[in-house]
């Protein structure tokens, strides 16, 4: 509970950092769910370009775990010869540190955040630290992934047909071994009964209420960003 208190309380003061954004921008290579501009908009970043891009030498993998059981999200992987198509998204600095926060990279430690450079261009993407086998994504999460996809000017039909055909498993079954707050061989012999539950109960209430919460986020004016780069009605 501590950690899941810290994580939102520092997420608002980074909100409230936004107030004052100035100048400093950052670029992020966006592959995932996050292509969907309207995930954007719920998260309240401020694109202030998007361009479509493809990363070289890689490749996305349905294997970062979720909270149910199964199921998972994208993530890039080194890979010879590899591409990945998707977005490099300009961002505020401040809204990139958000993004942080909105992927658990501070305190839960799920993904990490890779700098890469390619092409002359320097950005950021996420990278799972806990891959796992055998995991698909959930319809929903394609689709968000799809939206962005089919407006790629390079991507290769074949590709989008890939995706769109992709096997994927409904979010159904919350799991015990999603790892959120529960660490495997941290907790004694004794508690382990309980931890199964405690993380079920954790991991729904962060991923469906506390992750959207917030106090200083409503504060944070995004629409003329959107109206700008005529994503409104994606």
């Not at 890039?76 to 961002?91: F, N, T, V």
């Not at 944070?220 to 109206?227: A, G, H, K, L, T």
Request: hydrophobic fraction near 35%; proline fraction near 6%.
């Amino acid at each position: 509970m501590l950690k899941l208190f810290c994580w939102w309380l520092l997420r608002e003061w980074h909100y409230l950092k936004s107030w004052r954004w100035r100048a400093g921008t950052t670029w992020y290579f966006a592959f995932g769910a996050n292509l969907d501009t309207r995930i954007l908009k719920t998260r309240r970043m401020r694109p202030m370009a998007i361009v479509p891009f493809v990363l070289q030498d890689h490749e996305l993998r349905f294997d970062h775990p979720s909270s149910w059981r199964g199921v998972g999200y994208a993530s890039a992987h080194a890979a010879p010869g590899g591409r990945i198509y998707g977005q490099l998204i300009q961002l505020p600095d401040c809204d990139a540190t958000r993004m942080d926060y909105d992927e658990l990279v501070p305190f839960f430690r799920r993904y990490v955040r890779h700098e890469h450079e390619q092409d002359g261009h320097q950005f950021y993407f996420y990278v799972s630290t806990v891959p796992t086998d055998n995991l698909l994504p959930s319809p929903n999460y394609l689709g968000m992934m799809l939206s962005g996809l089919r407006l790629h000017p390079h991507l290769p039909a074949d590709i989008f047909s890939h995706y769109q055909n992709h096997e994927t498993r409904l979010a159904e079954t919350p799991t015990p071994d999603s790892a959120y707050f529960v660490q495997q061989g941290r907790w004694p012999n004794w508690l382990r009964k309980i931890s199964g539950p405690y993380e079920i109960a954790m991991s729904r209430l962060l991923i469906n209420h506390v992750r959207h919460w917030t106090i200083f986020g409503h504060f944070v004016e995004i629409d003329s960003y959107y109206e700008k780069l005529g994503t409104d009605e994606r």
